[in-house]
Structure formats: structure tokens, C-alpha cells
């Protein structure tokens, strides 16, 4: 785990197999180390002598360096382990056969328990694979020493007798170091499932700290979008009060036409709160604001396309129309049963787009061009000029009154 500290590795098992990679790679180094000192000093000492050792520490050295070469990967855990083992083998038979050259069963038997204790405690093996260990250098000591040492039967097992406890102490200490290395691992998973859940809380809390910034920027912009609006509509039902006043000759007629007008915006109002004040379909406004006045299905024909209608527009058009409707329903086309009104819009594409809506009107008691204008007039003639850059022609013919409204045509529209 120390590995896992040093390198900030987020993964104890990772950590673990380059620990056992990193300790596989040092030993092999230290028995290479070890043997080419042997061989040279055995070249040096005795040169030209005893070619048999030198063949043996020639083929130690040689499968070392291939075990070496070929435990690269920390991933490759079992892969590393039998090559590692493979290597450790050969150089345990390897010091045998050295001793039984030379005829020597002290040093081997030295070299041997010294690579034991060096594997249980140097390289993190199992348990299991530090027992083969044990049996390996067992069966090795025994070979050499009843190979060497002339001896009744069976003496060999006095001389393994008094290293059995040293090797056998290094399976202890294998499993001890193993049962070690898993509780730290298990602490430091825990550890990190900990700090992995503080993180993920911290990332929820973040995300629910910006879902609250946003939420209170889209209040402030909500509250200032309605303190714009009902400024705006208070100034609406002020200027339609005022002139309302002005135009009344009585007051049964100032309530009469101030009422018919605020619920015709109310109406307005109402059916821009349902659609967030994203706007209507012309089609939509006509029907919220002449629908009201029909005597039967057969009153008003409307023969609209789908346009949209900003929420801009809809206020001043649809108080527009509520004016024409009223004047038909007070003199014109709609006083009568048998009148007529008919609605119709088309997008006229002669350089830059605009939307032509058309009321007529037919059927109806005979119409005389009125002495003076009123609030309604003005409206329709002038605010829908005034606030949307638009042309409206009104005319009072003898069949009935005829308007063409000209707008831009909305981006939607478009």
C-alpha cells in the first residue's frame, strides 16, 4: 500500500499487483546480481576449472533474465506470478546442482533456506505458493546433501529436521504479511468508497446549488417580467379609461364601452398567461375576441393559415378587432341576424413579408360613413400604426365596413 500512496493510485488491487510486480522484478535483480558474482568469481578463482557449475549458474542466469524481461505488466498478476516462480525454481535447483559439483552440502543448504526466508518476506506470494516454496527447497536440500554427504539411510532428515521450523516459519509469515495486506486493502477500499460517496453528495449539492441559482434568476427575471407587464396593462386599461371618458356622452355608455373593452383584454390576458405569453395563433385571437359576438355558427367565417401572433402584437391587434366587432354588433353586420363577417388573412411575399388580414363585412343594415371619429377608430387606425409599423385602411362602404390590416410578419411566421 505504500506503492498505492506514493503513485496516488485510486486502486488498492492495482497498487497490489505493482507491488508484487515491483518485489518479483528486485528479486530476480538480486539473484542475478548474486549468480554473476558467483560465475565471475568462479572464473577468477578457479578458471578453467569445474565447467559443470559454470554451466549451471550460466543457465540461472540466462532464465532469470528471460523471467526479467518478460514481467512488464502489473495487470498480468497470475502471468507474473508463474514466470516469477519458474525463475525461482531454476535458481533453487540451479544452487543445488552447484553444490553437488563442488561437492559441498553446507553453503547450498545456507543459499537455500536464505532464499526461503527471502521469498516469504521480500516477494508477496500466497501461502499456497510459499508451501510449494518450502517443498521445493525440502526436496532440493535433500537431494544435495544425500548426493554429497555419505550417510545411513534416512540421515538426510536429521539435517532437514533443523531448518524444517526456519521454513516452515516463512509459510506462517507469508500468510501473516497476506492476511496484512488484505485488511489494509479493505481499509483503504473502504476509504475510498467513502471519499467516492463524499464526492458524489458534493456533486449532488453542487448541481442542486446551481439548480437554485438558476431558479432564483428565473423568479427575478419572472417578477420583473410581471411588474413590466402589469405596468404595462395598468397603463392599457388607464389610456382605454381616458379615452373611453372622452367619448362617452353618458354615463350608461362610458360603462357600457369601458367594460365590453376590459373584458375583451382580459380575455387577452387570460389566454397569454395559459400559453406562458409566448403569443396566439391568428386564428386563436380572432375566436377569443369575436367569437363572443356570433348570433350563429354561419355569423363570421374566419379563413386564417396557422400565423403566430407575438405576445407583443396580440394585446393592440386583438383590441383592434374587439373594436370592429362591437362597432359590427352596435351598427354593422353583426346587429342583425342575417349579417355577415368574414375574416381572412394571407402572407404577402412582395419584398419584405407581410401579413394582410381582411375584415368584410355583408349582410347587414346599410352603412353610412360616421361624422366624427371615436376612441375605436383611433385605435384601429392609429395604435395598430403606431406600435407595429403596420398600414391599416379603414373604409365605411354602403354594403358594409371593410378593413385590410398590413403587419410585419412575426419571426415564427416566417
Known amino acids: 500500500m505504500l506503492a498505492a500512496r506514493l503513485d496516488g493510485s485510486p486502486d488498492p488491487v492495482g497498487a497490489s499487483d505493482r507491488l508484487l510486480l515491483d518485489r518479483i522484478c528486485l528479486g530476480l535483480q538480486l539473484v542475478l546480481a548474486g549468480v554473476a558474482i558467483v560465475f565471475v568469481a568462479e572464473l577468477v578463482v578457479h578458471p578453467g576449472e569445474r565447467p559443470l557449475i559454470s554451466i549451471a549458474q550460466a543457465i540461472n542466469f540466462a532464465a532469470v533474465a528471460i523471467a526479467l524481461h518478460f514481467v512488464r505488466e502489473a495487470s498480468e498478476r497470475t502471468f507474473n506470478l508463474v514466470v516469477g516462480f519458474a525463475a525461482y525454481a531454476v535458481t533453487v535447483v540451479a544452487v543445488g546442482a552447484v553444490g553437488v559439483f563442488a561437492k559441498d552440502a553446507t553453503s547450498p543448504v545456507v543459499l537455500l533456506v536464505g532464499l526461503s526466508v527471502v521469498t516469504g518476506t521480500l516477494v508477496p506470494w500466497s501461502p499456497w505458493w510459499q508451501l510449494v516454496s518450502v517443498l ?16 545411513p539411510s534416512l540421515f538426510w532428515v536429521q539435517n532437514i529436521g533443523a531448518i524444517a521450523p526456519t521454513l516452515g516459519s516463512t509459510v506462517f509469515i507469508t500468510y501473516a504479511l497476506q492476511r496484512q495486506r488484505a485488511a489494509v486493502e479493505h481499509a483503504e477500499r473502504e476509504r475510498l468508497s467513502r471519499e467516492e460517496s463524499l464526492r458524489e453528495a458534493n456533486r449532488r449539492l453542487e448541481e442542486e446549488i446551481q439548480q437554485h441559482r438558476k431558479t432564483e434568476d428565473a423568479l427575478r ?26 367619448t362617452s356622452a353618458t354615463m350608461s355608455e362610458f360603462s357600457e364601452a369601458f367594460y365590453g373593452r376590459i373584458q375583451a383584454l382580459a380575455r387577452i390576458h387570460t389566454a397569454l398567461a395559459v400559453r406562458r405569453w409566448e403569443g396566439l395563433t391568428l386564428t386563436e385571437l380572432i375566436e377569443l375576441v369575436v367569437g363572443p359576438y356570433r348570433h350563429h355558427a354561419g355569423s363570421v367565417a374566419v379563413e386564417c393559415d396557422g400565423t403566430f401572433v407575438s405576445s407583443e402584437l396580440v394585446r393592440v391587434l386583438g383590441m383592434a378587432l374587439h373594436e370592429l366587432a362591437t362597432n359590427a354588433a352596435k351598427y354593422g353586420a353583426l346587429s342583425t341576424k342575417d349579417g355577415r363577417v368574414a375574416i381572412s388573412s394571407r402572407i404577402d411575399s412582395n419584398g419584405a413579408d407581410r401579413l394582410r388580414i381582411c375584415w368584410s363585412e355583408h349582410s347587414g343594415p346599410p352603412v353610412r360613413q360616421p361624422l366624427h371619429r371615436g376612441f375605436g377608430m383611433k385605435l384601429i387606425e392609429e395604435a395598430l400604426v403606431y406600435e407595429t409599423d403596420g398600414d391599416v385602411t379603414l373604409r365605411f362602404l354602403p354594403v358594409g365596413v371593410r378593413c385590410e390590416i398590413q403587419l410585419p410578419v412575426p419571426p415564427a411566421a416566417a
Not at 546433501?145 to 550417510?151: K, L, M, N, P, Q
Not at 419572472?222 to 382605454?240: F, G, M, W
Open 221 to 246: 427575471f419572472a417578477i420583473r417580467e410581471l411588474d413590466h407587464r402589469v405596468k404595462n396593462t395598468l397603463a392599457t386599461v388607464q389610456a382605454v379609461a381616458d379615452q373611453t371618458v372622452r
Open 136 to 151: 521445493l527447497v525440502a526436496a532440493t536440500g535433500i537431494w544435495t546433501v544425500a548426493t554429497i554427504v555419505e550417510s
